[in-house]
């Protein structure tokens, strides 16, 4: 029953602006006013006006245990959102669920705008971690589901405890020492030290020895393996092709693949790898990082060193996570991954500019069920 | 506080070999696949599934300490999970957990499914097996 895998060679679309206004551990800012001032970041850089946005995307779900999931407070609807700008009766509006990140709404905003059902799109993701900013405690007393399975054995109830048995069997399985996995701490802490929305970007990068004496309430899995819960909005904006090129800073959508089909990312654009000089690679879990290396048939695990070195910028190898991923800047689902990306192919991205990029990569989630995409500075033929 | 398991019209037959301290898992008519957690039909073809008492020898693929509480489980602190696959179904991979002794599994042991009682309910652990 397996349907073969899907890659997009010409999804169509563009991403015409991306923003983040702020990053907060423990919020001082209400949700709201976080996404107003992520999209007017976002349409800043698109050089447009809230009057050109006529259809909206959020994922209106918080991954704490804890999270209320209420509208307005820890979670933010389309509907919600369309009221919150003043956008009236926009032509699309759609919610996604818990198991989406940036990356699946952009693939879901290619379909939106081939469709004809709006022209501008507005892609939001806010992420709330609340006034302590702290890991939830869950205290039901029922388990159903998939949890029943789970819950009862104290494994399902929190993301950490579940993958540090994960991380165990990752490393097990490639015959990894947790000293190898240090080139991804090393090379999140050192770039977040460059993005100013960083939450770690006043903190000294954790020598080896640090990290590997880090206590942990959950080995071999430690807490700076862990992306650190923070608030924040990542908007996008996104139209059509045609109407991408009048706007200044265009990424263009060159392809996009899920699940089982991400070793064709770059052949489904009819590129090779080594055109791309800069990648964003999902790091919720270090692990994660080195997972997708594999999967897009970057590097293999024994060779992370050379990869993942920030002094890169001074020859031809490619760039990890310019911005810190999620292990520097903070737990935004994907959105930091994308939105880098996306500053990357325009020329926006400051200090962190790798030259000459032409193509960039983002990706989200677990390799084996996550999404990614590849952008490029033209649309392609 | 506990946490206990709420069985439904998918999972009875698990837990009632649980009970009796079997492993008991649906395999599909068609294509032989065995699933955890189950689904009602066979997860990679669709197919008609019968729940099939399964060999519990398995080899631990992944070890975590836990010193902290995170949830309301009947469990005491300090306490081990472990993921492990299946010898004769290495797709599935089980998930158990111990209390911390001294004799902790490693990734690549060889162990054994057993259940242990935690409130009354038969929660999945492994013991060692020679």
Known sequence: ???????????????????????????????????????????????????????????????????????????????????????????????????????????????????????????VRPMWAGERGGYAQRRAEVAVGFDQFLGPLGVGTTGPVRHAAEFSRFLHERGLARADVYPVIRNARQNAQANPLAYWRDAPVPTLSEYLDQPSPFAPLSILDCDIPVSGVTAVVMTPVDRARDTPHPAFIRSLTSGAAHEHLFEAAG?????????????????????????????????????????????????????????????????????????????????????????ATATNGFPSNGSAILLGVEPGD | MSLTPQPDDISEPYWEAARAG????????????????????????????????????????????????????????PYDVMVARLDQHPSVLLWGSRPAGDAGFHPGDAARVSFRDASGWPCLTFVPRR
Request: aromatic share 6%.
């Open chain 2, 22 to 77: 079997r492993l008991c898992l649906p395999a599909c008519s068609h294509c032989g696949g065995v699933d955890f957690p189950p689904y009602p039909r066979c997860s990679t073809c669709f197919g008609e599934v019968t729940w099939t008492d399964v060999s519990g020898d398995v080899h631990i693929s992944g070890v975590a300490r836990i010193t902290r509480s995170f949830s309301s489980a009947d469990l005491e602190i």
């Open chain 1, 1 to 123: 029953m397996t349907a073969s895998p899907l890659a997009f060679p010409r999804p169509g679309g563009a991403i015409v602006g991306a923003g983040t206004a702020a990053v907060e551990r423990p919020a001082h800012t209400s949700l709201p006013r976080l996404a107003i001032a992520s999209v007017e970041a976002a349409l800043a850089c698109a050089e447009m006006t809230l009057g050109d946005i006529d259809g909206v995307v959020s994922i209106p779900f918080s991954p704490s245990p804890s999270a209320r999931q209420s509208d307005g407070y820890d979670v933010l609807s389309a509907r919600y959102i369309a009221s919150l700008l003043a956008l009236g009766d926009v032509n699309f509006r759609l919610d996604l669920g818990p198991s989406e990140m940036m990356i699946d709404m952009v693939r879901i905003g290619c379909h939106v705008l081939a469709a004809g059902a709006c022209r501008t799109l507005l892609l």
């Open chain 1, 271 to 359: 590129i090779s790898p080594s055109e791309v000089r800069v990648h964003q690679l999902y790091d919720g879990y270090s692990d994660l990082l080195i997972g997708w290396l594999e999967a897009l048939g970057l590097a293999d695990a024994d060779n992370l060193g050379g990869v993942l070195d920030p002094r890169n910028v001074a020859d031809d190898r490619p760039r990890v996570n310019t911005f810190g991923g999620s292990l520097g800047e903070g737990r935004l689902h994907g959105g930091g991954h994308l939105r880098e990306a996306v500053m990357q192919v325009a020329g926006r991205a400051g200090d962190r500019q790798v030259p000459g990029v032409e193509y």
